[in-house]
Structure formats: structure tokens, C-alpha cells
T-cell receptor
Framework: AQSVAQPEDQVNVAEGNPLTVKCTYSVSGNPYLFWYVQYPNRGLQFLLKYITGDNLVKGSYGFEAEFNKSQTSFHLKKPSALVSDSALYFC????????????FGTGTLLAVQP | DAGITQSPRHKVTETGTPVTLRCHQTENHRYMYWYRQDPGHGLRLIHYSYGVKDTDKGEVSDGYSVSRSKTEDFLLTLESATSSQTSVYFCAIAQSGGTYNEQFFGPGTRLTVL
């Protein structure tokens, strides 16, 4: 069965510093991976996805993610954090291609201190 | 929120009462999903639909039913609400065609069962 794990419940980073939010995956077959962000009292917003091709995927709001097949990881990164990046981040993996079902991780709360 | 509305946005109800949540989309997307979000669990799929009158169960479907009589509307019904169904409920949609499409989420419904 497909699954993703987000090992950190919370990540704290100072504004201006680089940030990394970790995600590891377990799949049978090719992995199709997604990152979403949730701001307080809002729905999830799509950030980026990895389907195939370049291991570095660029997404919205200056975020990027690095796909590493040997480490089965798909970590979300940003070179310089902003206070406004503070939110809940979810990693997800496609479960069923025919119906676009996704399996979500438990989420990582990113807190960026000014 | 990508042409997706959910109603009501907030609801407080009592144990044993029926509750229906509505998801409405203006994108004409084929696939629709209902999730619940709970601390420590991330998002879990309740039911999904792959077309009018075509629905199937997700990971946590017990106590829930769905209906989709029109492309634009996907209803989630709690036949007899229980306190364990207190949660935030999100609807999502995905475009037809291709197997790598991301899901887009509505703003959520906060349900409290007393």
C-alpha cells in the first residue's frame, strides 16, 4: 500500500534562513508525489508535484522539492523563509491513478520567527 | 479556492441527528472527494465520486453516505451523527483526463457534534 510519512510535527526556522520540511514515501511502482499548504482556517492549496523528470521540482510561492529515489524522500525546501510561510504543510502520494486518490501525511507545522 | 464552495461552513448539532454537508463546484471536474481532517491524522478520505451517480468508499466511510445527482454537487450525509464525527470536513475536486492531476480543495466545514 502507498504511504507517506512526515517525521516532524513542527519545524521552527528564523526568517531569512533556509527551510526544509521532510517527507518520505513508500510505494509500489512509480511515485507520484504532491505538496500542499494549509493556512489557518483555510482549505489546502496545491504547491507542487513530482510526476517524472527532474528531481528538483519548482512550485508556488518560491517553494521547491527535491525527489530522491534512493532515499525515498521528497523534501520541501525554500532558500529564504518568510513569516508568511508559517502554515501547515502536507505531503501526499497518489494512491490510485484511475481515480486520482491521494494518501496524505499527518502534516508538519512550519513556524517562521521574525 | 478553485470554484469550490462548501455549505454550511460551521455547524453544531446533537448526537443522533442527521446532517448533510454540501460541496458545489463550478469547474465541471469529474472527480470529487470528501475528507475529514483531525489532529494527528492529517486528511483521511471518506468517500469519492468519479461521475454522476458513481461513488465509492474511502478509508473512513463507516457512518457516512454520499450522493452525486449532478456533476456540480456532491453531498455528504451523516445518518446519525456521533461525537467521533466532530471534525473539519473538506471537499476536493480533480480534473478529468490524465492520471496525474492535483486535487483542489474547498474552504472546509467545521462540524461539532455534542
Amino acid at each position: 500500500a502507498q504511504s507517506v510519512a512526515q517525521p516532524e510535527d513542527q519545524v521552527n526556522v528564523a526568517e531569512g534562513n533556509p527551510l526544509t520540511v521532510k517527507c518520505t514515501y513508500s510505494v509500489s511502482g512509480n511515485p507520484y508525489l504532491f505538496w500542499y499548504v494549509q493556512y489557518p482556517n483555510r482549505g489546502l492549496q496545491f504547491l507542487l508535484k513530482y510526476i517524472t523528470g527532474d528531481n528538483l521540482v519548482k512550485g508556488s510561492y518560491g517553494f521547491e522539492a527535491e525527489f530522491n529515489k534512493s532515499q525515498t524522500s521528497f523534501h520541501l525546501k525554500k532558500p529564504s523563509a518568510l513569516v508568511s510561510d508559517s502554515a501547515l504543510y502536507f505531503c501526499a502520494v497518489r494512491d490510485d491513478g484511475a481515480t486520482n486518490k491521494l494518501i496524505f501525511g499527518t502534516g508538519t507545522l512550519l513556524a517562521v520567527q521574525p | 479556492d478553485a470554484g469550490i464552495t462548501q455549505s454550511p461552513r460551521h455547524k453544531v448539532t446533537e448526537t443522533g441527528t442527521p446532517v448533510t454537508l454540501r460541496c458545489h463546484q463550478t469547474e465541471n471536474h469529474r472527480y470529487m472527494y470528501w475528507y475529514r481532517q483531525d489532529p494527528g491524522h492529517g486528511l483521511r478520505l471518506i468517500h469519492y465520486s468519479y461521475g454522476v451517480k458513481d461513488t465509492d468508499k474511502g478509508e473512513v466511510s463507516d457512518g457516512y453516505s454520499v450522493s452525486r445527482s449532478k456533476t456540480e454537487d456532491f453531498l455528504l450525509t451523516l445518518e446519525s451523527a456521533t461525537s467521533s464525527q466532530t471534525s473539519v470536513y473538506f471537499c476536493a475536486i480533480a480534473q478529468s483526463g490524465g492520471t496525474y492531476n492535483e486535487q483542489f480543495f474547498g474552504p472546509g466545514t467545521r462540524l461539532t457534534v455534542l
